[in-house]
């Protein structure tokens, strides 16, 4: 069998039946053969992964399942696993909750082999928090249809938060062989991060393709995340190494940083605590807010402002949702009376 071209790399415990939904849209997608492999990286699932995989893997040759002799002390880890594990040229991380759309697959494939033609760099990013935030209209290159960038500043203020979720990773297959100190940043829970920017320190351009690529499947988590802590502490710090090594510049983190606040905390927490969606904790909320931002003055005005603002939203939108379906319903029942009647 050839080196393929891609690898698409999948770490996952107990989740066998996003799993399978995310599995099943790569093989059925146009451009799955040879050149592609999926690898499975199963953290010690105690649910039915591992029949599920060794199913796929009786069935395809390219399709490759690993499970660990025991769990990984941090769950983390097992990225690495997935990514060293593949055989492709270009690998990247896939989340076992990411479906593939119809045309991703072959978008991927074109794309990978016009980069190896020419010797571009590439990244694929599915933006899930910034469409309506960013601007990057000066980045965009018509003659290549993608966002290019010449410096990790540039890449930064193109991608921003994006790089946190592990669907958006990828590279060569020996640049990631070749990066140092894998887990320095595994405490942080953003690897991820951490590799990509450090390959853009290494890399002198990189052709940026945004699109929405995937489908999500919503799952429930077996512990909360402190997705405020999480971004004020753990991935600002990321920036903050990367600002004391003078590898991006002053205003690059703190535009990060107020990004970070404006476009997603505030949003996704209001949203999910309006919502009482119980995937995130909410303890410490302003705490953790304020050790962070309590010098800048706009977190006051994100505070006192924007946060009752954003409340208000989520809460009339919740509410006119279900004006709506009741409506809808009462709407449905009298036409079917009617026509049952007639």
């Not at 991608?159 to 060569?172: L, Q, R």
């Not at 302003?286 to 800048?296: A, G, H, P, Q």
Request: hydrophobic share 35%; charged share 25%; with cysteine.
């Amino acid at each position: 069998m050839n080196m393929p071209l891609l690898s698409i790399c999948i770490p996952t415990y107990n989740r066998s039946e996003s799993l399978l939904q995310t599995v099943e849209s790569i093989i059925n997608s146009d451009g799955f053969d040879e050149k592609v492999e999926i690898v499975i990286s199963d953290n010690c699932s105690t649910d039915d992964t591992e029949q599920i995989c060794r199913d796929y893997t009786n069935k395809y040759n390219n399709v490759k399942y690993y499970r660990q002799l025991k769990p990984t002390n941090i769950a983390d880890e097992n990225f690495i696993d997935a990514l060293s594990f593949a055989t492709g040229k270009y690998i990247k991380l896939n989340n076992d909750t990411a479906p593939f759309k119809a045309n991703t697959l072959q978008f991927f494939l074109n794309k990978i082999q016009e980069s190896l033609a020419d010797g571009r760099q590439l990244l694929f990013i599915a933006d899930i928090h910034h469409k309506k935030f960013i601007s990057r209209e000066k980045f965009y290159n018509k003659k290549i249809k993608a966002y290019l960038t010449e410096n990790l500043d540039d890449f930064i203020d193109i991608v921003s938060t994006s790089v946190t979720w592990i669907t958006n990773f990828g590279c060569w297959k020996e640049q990631f062989t070749a990066i140092v100190d894998k887990k320095r940043f595994i405490k942080a829970s953003f690897m991820q991060v951490d590799w990509t920017l450090k390959l853009r320190t290494e890399i002198n351009s990189t052709s940026i393709y945004i699109d929405d690529f995937y489908d999500t499947i919503n799952v429930r988590k077996t512990n909360k995340v402190d997705f405020v802590r999480v971004h004020c502490n753990r991935y600002l710090s990321i920036y903050k190494f990367y600002l004391e090594q003078k590898l991006i510049k002053k205003e690059t983190f703190e535009r990060e940083k107020k990004r970070t606040l404006f476009n997603v905390i505030l949003p996704i927490t209001t949203a999910a605590k309006v919502s009482k969606n119980d995937f995130y904790s909410f303890e410490g909320f302003f705490c953790s807010l304020k050790e962070e931002y309590r010098d800048n003055l706009y977190f006051y005005y994100a505070i006192y402002v924007l946060l009752p603002c954003y409340i208000v939203y989520w809460t009339l939108r919740r509410v006119l949702r279900k004006m709506i379906q009741k409506i809808s319903y009462v709407l449905y029942l009298k036409i079917a009376k009617t026509v049952n009647g007639k």
